[in-house]
């Protein structure tokens, strides 16, 4: 059984930085894709990055040139480095895992990420 086990979430003012990792149970090798989905209170989740197992990322809109997801196969683990953060970034963050990038097979159990003053 695959387990993606998140930390790094926390509460930070806005304009800061947060970098957020997942460590999984198994070699992340054997999964095509992984990326970082988030869900705000009252609001659809967004898949806000992917990474494929060459490389290849994908952000969304809303949070492009702000956050890098990146891969590391030897530690099993992936980040993702969130800078100049907004309110509107508040959610809780879920790692993800699949054979297909935007239709994940397996999450996380969730981060909370507060952007508050």
């Known amino acids: 059984q695959v387990q993606l086990v998140e930390s790094g979430g926390g509460l930070v003012q806005p304009g800061g930085s947060l970098r957020l990792s997942c460590a999984a149970s198994?070699?992340?090798?054997?999964?095509?894709?992984m990326g970082w989905s988030r869900q705000a209170p009252g609001k659809q989740r967004e898949l806000v990055a992917t990474?494929?197992?060459?490389?290849?990322?994908t952000y969304a809109n809303s949070v492009k040139g702000r956050f890098t997801i990146s891969r590391d196969n030897a530690k099993n683990t992936v980040y993702l480095q969130m800078n100049s953060l907004k309110p509107e970034d508040t959610a809780v963050y879920y790692c993800t895992a699949g054979q297909k990038r935007f239709i994940p097979d397996y999450w996380g159990q969730g981060t909370q990420v507060t952007v508050s003053s």
């Open positions: 990474i494929t197992s060459g490389g290849s990322t």
């Open positions: 198994g070699s992340i090798g054997s999964f095509y894709a």
